[in-house]
């Protein structure tokens, strides 16, 4: 059985949007719909609260240090 509540960046990101739901999210507009726009694109206050997510979930021990590294939103 695995330690960590995440273990893999699309569970990060998921369980980030629902936890800031009232955050700005920028999309770019695909062939057939819209999807969400690359970390870069988004605004920078929803990129700081990305990082202290992250942060706070790695010291939590929810995810592996090798996740918090690698994980962008």
């Given at each position: ?6 273990t893999t ?65």
């Open positions: 059985m695995n330690r960590y509540a995440w960046q699309m569970q990060v990101r998921a369980a980030f949007w629902r936890a800031h739901p009232h955050l700005e999210r920028r999309y770019v507009n695909g062939t057939r719909r819209s999807v969400l726009a690359p970390q870069n694109m988004q605004p920078a206050g929803t990129r700081v609260a990305f990082v202290d997510y992250v942060d706070a979930l790695e010291r939590m021990g929810a995810i592996s240090e090798s996740l918090a590294g690698k994980v962008t939103l």
